[in-house]
């Protein structure tokens, strides 16, 4: 259900196919993005959260695999800009590997202490299985490539280094 919602929502581009007009889907895809794809990230999250705390079963390894490849696709959104013509639209969607630029009304759940030490901690417990590593690195790529939805203030960018910093050594000195 997940990967229907997402790909409903990803491209402004393929309005026509719903009949749609283009400002209208890009409507809904804004709506989409400020409401629902946060819910279904912070979803993720709290389940990477008690995924560390758990012990491994098969339901649990599938559906580790399923959510990992929901945030590897919500962390390479290309979050819609400002109402942007069509053809502008067109360009970026088709940006290779977008970097993360969540919107403002993401701000509380990646501004939490408990946000960055969650993809390390998992990358930690990950980091053994061929099956699940590639997918967790993808992930902590991802997350440094952030521009925060705030204004690039030095003091914000000192803040966001802060968090970063720590489990990131730590992981180097495993």
Same mark, same amino acid.
């Given at each position: 259900?997940?990967?229907?919602?997402?790909?409903?929502?990803?491209?402004?581009?393929?309005?026509?196919?719903?009949?749609?007009?283009?400002?209208?889907?890009?409507?809904?895809?804004?709506?989409?993005?400020?409401?629902?794809?946060?819910?279904?990230?912070?979803?993720?999250?709290?389940?990477?959260?008690?995924?560390?705390?758990?012990?491994?079963?098969?339901?649990?390894?599938? /559906?580790?695999?399923? %959510? !990992? @490849?929901?945030?590897?696709?919500?962390?390479?959104?290309?979050?819609?800009?400002?109402?942007? &013509?069509?053809?502008?639209?067109?360009?970026?969607?088709?940006?290779?590997?977008?970097?993360?630029?969540?919107?403002?009304?993401?701000?509380?759940?990646?501004?939490?202490?408990?946000?960055?030490?969650?993809?390390?901690?998992?990358?930690?417990?990950?980091?053994? /299985?061929?099956?699940? %590593? !590639? @997918?967790?690195?993808?992930?902590?790529?991802?997350?440094?490539?952030?521009?925060?939805?705030? &204004?690039?203030?030095?003091?914000?960018?000192?803040d966001f280094l802060s968090k970063l910093l720590p489990p990131f050594t730590a992981v180097l000195n495993l």
């Amino acid at each position: 259900m997940l990967d229907g919602l997402l790909g409903e929502h990803q491209y402004v581009m393929n309005s026509d196919d719903a009949s749609l007009t283009y400002e209208m889907h890009f409507a809904a895809k804004r709506e989409f993005e400020n409401t629902e794809l946060l819910k279904m990230f912070q979803f993720c999250l709290r389940f990477l959260t008690n995924y560390q705390h758990t012990h491994n079963d098969y339901q649990r390894h599938r /559906d580790l695999d399923h %959510v !990992l @490849r929901v945030l590897e696709s919500i962390l390479g959104w290309n979050f819609t800009k400002s109402n942007l &013509p069509r053809r502008v639209a067109g360009v970026i969607e088709l940006e290779v590997t977008p970097t993360f630029k969540p919107p403002g009304s993401w701000l509380d759940t990646i501004s939490d202490e408990g946000f960055i030490p969650i993809f390390f901690n998992t990358h930690v417990k990950l980091r053994q /299985d061929e099956n699940f %590593v !590639l @997918r967790s690195v993808n992930l902590l790529t991802q997350l440094v490539t952030m521009h925060r939805p705030i &204004p690039i203030q030095q003091t914000s960018r000192v803040d966001f280094l802060s968090k970063l910093l720590p489990p990131f050594t730590a992981v180097l000195n495993l």
